[in-house]
């Protein structure tokens, strides 16, 4: 039952091998059982492929099974289709196209299996992306805040730098009317006179000033915060909402992105296998003897071709025959004189009924 099945993998003629010996039997039994696994490895590749990028094992499980059945069909199909000639070229001529399809699903096969060998790997130069995509995603986003983050500090400093320079110019007002009351400085007359009061109003003035613009500078500085904190939680969050994205950044084209950047020897000596597995088919065609199997379908396909052949030759000869009779008909018809008189009658009718229907014509005309 087993080696029915493989027989049938291998797409060959199943009541026809039933007539070869036991060992073609097996020989086309272990072409079929290469042509199954090799299926049974696409579904596996596939639906990990497809995992990947569905996040979704029933999805994936499902087109995996899809996409094992397309590479089942074309692998049987490759190989029933290789016929044994007298010449070892000219089969190798004829399954070189087979051979390039062969190579391609081996690439598409051997491809998510590598990535799921390497994960590890994979993961790592991922997260050294994610880490390079994450500074780069700040910096870019920054240059939209940081500038006005900038204007407000430094309009934050000099407004703070306005208020402590007024500050000293009123302490030196204060040590004025002060050195001036002690006698120390000014007029040098100790006590409370004129110019003492005269630079203690002018400091009291500026103390009134300070304490104005100490509170004016207060209120901008407060709102200035108040708006670089806005900013700053603006970015903040910018950030926070762009990075699911980054973190996303996993999918099937960046893995196997990650995954060409890995040394390549690994994945070449992985992908060698897989074409082995593919094309072994091929090749055990290829390489095999004609047998038993081989000669009865030549023979059967020449008997139908030979049956086809003489088909068309009676048809063709049939057709020449007809042609040459239908002729030799006409031509005796032709020659008969009665045949002549009637046509000749009903051609005079003909006319005469034309001729009276013109002249009815113009007549109702004129």
């Known amino acids: 039952m087993l080696q029915r099945f493989f027989i049938f993998c291998s797409g060959s003629d199943v009541d026809l091998l039933d007539q070869c010996s036991a060992g073609e039997k097996t020989k086309y039994a272990g072409i079929g059982a290469t042509v199954f696994f090799t299926a049974v490895m696409a579904t596996i590749a596939a639906a990990y492929a497809l995992f990947t990028v569905f996040d979704n094992p029933y999805t994936a499980v499902f087109f995996g099974l899809i996409w094992g059945l397309l590479i089942f069909n074309l692998d049987r199909f490759i190989v029933s289709t290789i016929k044994k000639r007298d010449s070892f ?14 190579i391609i699903i081996a690439i598409v096969i051997s491809k998510p299996l590598e990535i799921k060998i390497f994960e590890k790997e994979i993961n790592q130069v991922l997260l050294e992306e994610k880490n390079t995509m994450t500074l780069a995603n700040q910096e870019q986003l920054a240059l939209q805040y940081t500038p006005n983050l900038n204007a407000l500090t430094l309009q934050n400093e000099a407004l703070k730098k306005e208020v402590v320079d007024k500050e000293t110019e009123v302490n030196a007002l204060y040590e004025t009317y002060i050195a ?80 060409n950047k890995l040394p390549w020897l690994p994945s070449f000596f992985i992908f060698l296998l897989f074409l082995a597995i593919e094309t072994s088919p091929i090749i055990a065609k290829l390489l095999s003897p004609k047998g038993a199997y081989d000669l009865k379908l030549a023979e059967q396909e020449g008997a139908v071709a030979s049956w086809v052949s003489q088909q068309k030759a009676q048809r063709d000869v049939l057709v020449t025959t007809d042609r040459e009779v239908n002729n030799r008909v006409y031509a005796d018809i032709a020659e008969e004189k009665e045949l002549y008189d009637y046509k000749r009658k009903i051609a005079r009718e003909l006319m005469q009924m034309q001729a009276d229907a013109f002249y009815k014509k113009q007549k109702s005309v004129l």
């Open 89 to 102: 070229f000219d089969e190798l001529l004829q399954a070189s196209p087979r051979i390039l399809l062969a």
């Open 180 to 259: 001036e009351a002690e006698g120390r400085k000014g007029t040098e007359l100790i006590g409370k006179g004129p110019v003492y009061k005269e630079k203690r109003e002018k400091h009291d003035a500026e103390l009134a000033a300070l304490q104005e613009l100490r509170k004016t500078n207060n209120d901008k500085i407060v709102a200035n915060e108040a708006e670089i904190n806005r900013l700053t939680l603006d970015y903040e969050k910018r950030v926070a909402d762009t990075q699911p994205i980054i973190e996303g950044f996993d999918g099937l084209m960046a893995r196997v992105n990650a995954l």
